[in-house]
């Protein structure tokens, strides 16, 4: 069992930046897919990057440009560097992993493991 923790999110006004950071529980290069996701209130959860384990990475058209997805095996922790963030970035986060190798990588069911969330808020 993968136990996912995030960490990093805030409240930021339009422009700034913040980096969350996903500490795995377990061997963390093991894990072929991990991925952030963001939901906001009342819309359906949407994929923002991901990455394998052969450091391949994919971001959402609306990430793209802004922000940066990495990870260090070493410190099993994902990270997610998100700059000139925008009001509409505002969301809950969730990091999560696959057990396997995956069809679909920006589709939740996809995944077997996910974290709790943390929360980012950019103001205008």
């Known amino acids: 069992q993968v136990q996912l923790v995030e960490s990093g999110g805030g409240s930021v006004q339009a422009g700034g930046s913040l980096r969350l950071s996903c500490a795995a529980s377990?061997?963390?290069?093991?894990?072929?897919?991990m991925a952030w996701f963001r939901q906001a209130p009342g819309k359906e959860r949407e994929a923002v990057a991901t990455?394998?384990?052969?450091?391949?990475?994919g971001l959402a058209d609306s990430a793209k440009g802004r922000f940066t997805i990495s990870k260090d095996n070493a410190k099993n922790t994902m990270y997610l560097q998100m700059n000139s963030l925008k009001p509409e970035d505002s969301a809950t986060y969730y990091c999560?992993?696959?057990?396997?190798?995956?069809?679909?990588?920006?589709?939740?069911?996809?995944?077997?493991?996910w974290g709790q969330g943390t929360q980012v808020t950019v103001s205008s």
């Open positions: 999560a992993a696959s057990r396997g190798w995956v069809v679909d990588a920006l589709a939740p069911a996809s995944y077997n493991y």
């Open positions: 377990g061997y963390m290069y093991s894990l072929p897919y």
């Open positions: 990455i394998d384990s052969y450091g391949r990475t």
